[in-house]
């Protein structure tokens, strides 16, 4: 099994800065791709970014250039630089792992989720 923590997200005010990071543990074997998406109450779930094992990224259209993934490939940690924030950027954002473990060859795993608010 892959448990998941995030951490770093909060309360910023329009244009200011947050840093989320994912940690994944558990009886990993390899990680695939790491990504995390976010989820604004009433809407559907989006992925803001992914970056694989061998470091192809993707943003979500909406990223245009605020916010940049990282991973720590031997601590199994993904991050989020999220700058130039706007009030839009608010909803749950959860972190979301492609890996091979013990008990699965490809398996999908998904954090709890952290707010991130962004209001003056």
């Known amino acids: 099994q892959v448990h998941l923590v995030e951490s770093g997200g909060g309360l910023v005010q329009p244009g200011g800065s947050l840093r989320l990071s994912c940690a994944a543990s558990?009886?990993?074997?390899?990680?695939?791709?790491m990504r995390w998406y976010r989820q604004a109450p009433g809407k559907l779930r989006e992925l803001v970014a992914g970056?694989?094992?061998?470091?192809?990224?993707d943003y979500g259209d909406f990223v245009e250039g605020r916010f940049t993934i990282s991973r720590d490939n031997t601590k199994h940690l993904v991050y989020l630089q999220m700058n130039s924030l706007k009030p839009e950027d608010t909803a749950v954002y959860f972190c979301?792992?492609?890996?091979?473990?013990?008990?699965?060859?490809?398996?999908?795993?998904w954090g709890p989720g952290i707010q991130v608010t962004v209001s003056s």
């Open positions: 979301n792992v492609l890996a091979s473990s013990a008990t699965s060859s490809y398996g999908n795993y």
């Open positions: 558990g009886s990993i074997y390899s990680i695939y791709a």
């Open positions: 970056i694989t094992s061998t470091s192809n990224i």
